[in-house]
């Protein structure tokens, strides 16, 4: 015997009701779906079992069902995906603004070259001195900072093979000078504080003052800092830069702001 018509009147009004609440009301995206999830079974049943329906074959009231279904689905699906979208940027947005925890190890960067006043000018038997700065970038006070540095000039522009040849023998001068001063403590860095040491260079001749000014020749600064934070922990970092063209015979501190990089390869990280 069919159903009486009340029972598809109030699913359909219930329906309704719980249309406007997900489409007016503010939520999560996963509660709307919900809501469009309980919408799309009221919808089918409706169709089932609506009195124009329910004496039919079952095979015209599955189609009903499927038509409710894809209706139902056509109709919410771009106010849940907006929402879902909305949803994806907050959280994303809380992510960023959380707060992270912060490390207590201490980083000391290599920072910036200068040039050391009456070692600048390129000229037969000349040395050329330059002062390497590393800074203290925080959170925490250095200790125990130590660094080896190098200078080289070249008569010539090494290949790979040359420079890895170069950065052995300064890794190895490294051993050398950590086993002769590993009793001896090294410099304190707080926060935001700046160290350097000296790199000069052995006395140049002609063919290098040529090749320097021409482009053909390079000085090449080899650097290794080595420290530890408060609690003991270690770190390091080695760098292996060269000197770009100089503007004239007499190197100024705009010849210092951009440095070339030896081959990447050659660099142990961190």
């Not at 052995?168 to 350097?196: C, L, P, Q, S, T």
């Not at 390079?218 to 003991?232: A, P």
Request: charged share 25%; net charge positive; aromatic share 10%.
């Amino acid at each position: 015997m069919p159903e009486k018509i009340g029972r598809s009147t109030l699913e359909a009004y219930l329906g309704i009701v719980i249309a406007v609440v997900a489409v007016v009301f503010p939520m999560t995206w996963w509660l709307k779906a919900a809501l469009v999830a309980v919408i799309g079974t009221i919808a089918t049943d409706v169709a089932v079992r609506h009195p124009k329906t329910i004496g039919k074959h079952w095979t015209k009231r599955a189609f009903f069902a499927a038509l409710s279904l894809t209706f139902t689905a056509a109709l919410f699906y771009w106010p849940v995906r907006k929402q879902y979208l909305e949803d994806s940027k907050q959280e994303s947005r809380e992510s960023d603004n959380a707060e992270k925890p912060v490390s207590s190890r201490a980083i000391l960067q290599f920072s910036r070259i200068g040039i050391t006043k009456g070692q600048n000018v390129l000229r037969v038997g000349q040395q050329i001195g330059f002062k390497v700065y590393f800074a203290n970038r925080g959170p925490v006070k250095v200790v125990n900072s130590k660094a080896v540095l190098a200078c080289a000039v070249t008569w010539d522009i090494p290949d790979r093979d040359k420079e890895h040849e170069m950065m052995n023998h300064f890794r190895g001068d490294v051993r050398i000078e950590r086993k002769k001063d590993e009793n001896i403590m090294g410099a304190e860095v707080n926060v935001g504080e700046e160290v350097y040491k000296d790199a000069i260079c052995a006395h140049i001749d002609g063919l290098q003052v040529d090749g320097l000014q021409k482009g053909t020749a390079r000085i090449y600064l080899f650097i290794w800092e080595g420290w530890t934070d408060t609690e003991g922990r270690p770190n390091q970092i080695e760098k292996c830069i060269w000197m770009k063209k100089p503007r004239t015979s007499v190197i100024t501190s705009d010849d210092l702001k951009e440095w070339g990089l030896c081959y990447p390869d050659l660099i142990e990280p961190a």
